[in-house]
């Protein structure tokens, strides 16, 4: 199994940037799929979900509006647009699959995860 998020980088606020995730060795099309993210010195935490469909989405707060998170299950892809990055966006990025009947918001429902991807917004 493997899941490797790309397309982070430094940008500056007010930027947008797409992070994708690209992932082999499981059936993705059977896995609800998540974003978390992780700050220096902070716990990493939820950022967005999508179901296996494609149909339902879920956000933090903070990025609703936001940040978009959509997948193409022909590719085994999924990403995450972000759009008007604001400094305390900055983080690694994370991608993660989560198997039915878990929990959506904390890391503890996610089977498979990805190294990261490190976003840096500057003010």
């Known amino acids: 199994v493997q899941l490797q998020a790309s397309g982070g980088g430094l940008v500056q606020a007010g930027d947008s940037l797409r992070l994708s995730c690209a992932t082999s060795?499981?059936?993705?099309?059977?896995?609800?799929m998540g974003w978390f993210r992780q700050a220096p010195g902070e716990e990493r935490e939820f950022v967005g979900h999508?179901?296996?469909?494609?149909?339902?989405?879920y956000y933090k707060d903070s990025v609703k509006g936001r940040f978009t998170v959509s997948r193409d299950n022909a590719k085994n892809m999924m990403y995450l647009q972000m759009n008007s990055l604001k400094p305390e966006d900055t983080a690694v990025y994370y991608c993660?699959?989560?198997?039915?009947?878990?929990?959506?918001?904390?890391?503890?429902?996610?089977?498979?995860w990805g190294q990261g991807t490190k976003v840096t917004v500057s003010s």
């Open positions: 999508i179901t296996r469909s494609g149909y339902s989405t």
């Open positions: 993660a699959a989560r198997p039915a009947g878990r929990t959506i918001f904390s890391l503890e429902g996610y089977t498979y």
């Open positions: 060795g499981f059936t993705f099309s059977g896995y609800d």
